[in-house]
């Protein structure tokens, strides 16, 4: 298996452009989640989708992300408009369902967006 | 809610030296209990895990960790460090909610290993 794949793996991109940000899961795996990471915030759950349903946003920081899974093999963050404090590692990680507990997380290699 | 507190951000310790990484958890139910391992330009990768059972779990790469409920911790260990052990590496606490599941991560700690 591929694991996790994700696309772009790095991206500058000036304030105020669109940032769209994209993930394959590995294949089966019914739960994926976007993390973002900074040295200052640490590791940040942003979204997670079950069934290609989003279950929780509540870490997604303002309106200007949003994320899709318009199928059980993909999923896209975007960010629109981007700013400088966007600038960030962001890694997908997909999840098999385990009955009756929590599935390992296998996480993507990460994109690196740096926001100018 | 839940929180995870890694006390110590960076550690450095010599090669062939014993290691261990501190991580509290805070949690009302019986914790799923993660550590992961982040090498430089790479994404998470899972050392081990805790759900029920024997509180001494093994994982890759020769690790361990202890479940200890009354200390609410679940510190990793390994009695002998190789210089590809630095890392980063992260605690994590795991929670069911209503439609799936989610965790939890502390802030990591960063580990050096001296040749």
């Not at chain 2, 361990?64 to 890392?87: C, G, I, T, Y």
């Amino acid at each position: 298996d591929a694991g996790v794949i994700q696309s772009p793996r790095h991206e500058v991109t000036e304030m105020g452009q669109e940032v769209t940000l994209r993930c394959k899961p590995i294949s089966g795996h019914n739960s994926l989640f976007w993390y973002r990471q900074t040295m200052m915030r640490g590791l940040e759950l942003l979204i997670y989708f079950n069934n290609n349903v989003p279950i929780d946003d509540s870490g997604m920081p303002e309106d200007r992300f949003s994320a899709k899974m318009p199928n059980a093999s993909f999923s896209t963050l975007k960010i629109q408009p981007s700013e400088p404090r966007d600038s960030a590692v962001y890694f997908c990680a997909s999840s098999p369902w385990l009955a009756g507990g929590i599935g390992e997380q296998f996480f993507g290699p990460g994109t690196r967006l740096t926001v100018l | 809610a839940q929180s995870v507190t890694q006390p110590d951000i960076h550690i450095t310790v010599s090669e062939g030296a014993s290691l261990e990484l501190r991580c509290n958890y805070s949690y009302g139910a019986t914790p799923y209990l993660f550590w992961y391992v982040q090498s430089p330009g790479q994404g998470l990768q899972l050392l081990l895990k805790y759900f029920s059972g024997d509180t001494l779990v093994q994982g890759i790469k020769g690790f361990e960790a202890e479940f200890k409920r009354s200390q609410s911790s679940f510190n990793l260990r390994k009695p002998s460090v190789h210089w590809s052990d630095a890392a980063e590496y992260f605690c994590a606490v795991g929670i069911l909610t209503g439609g799936g599941n989610k965790l939890t991560f502390g802030t990591g700690t960063q580990l050096k290993v001296e040749l």
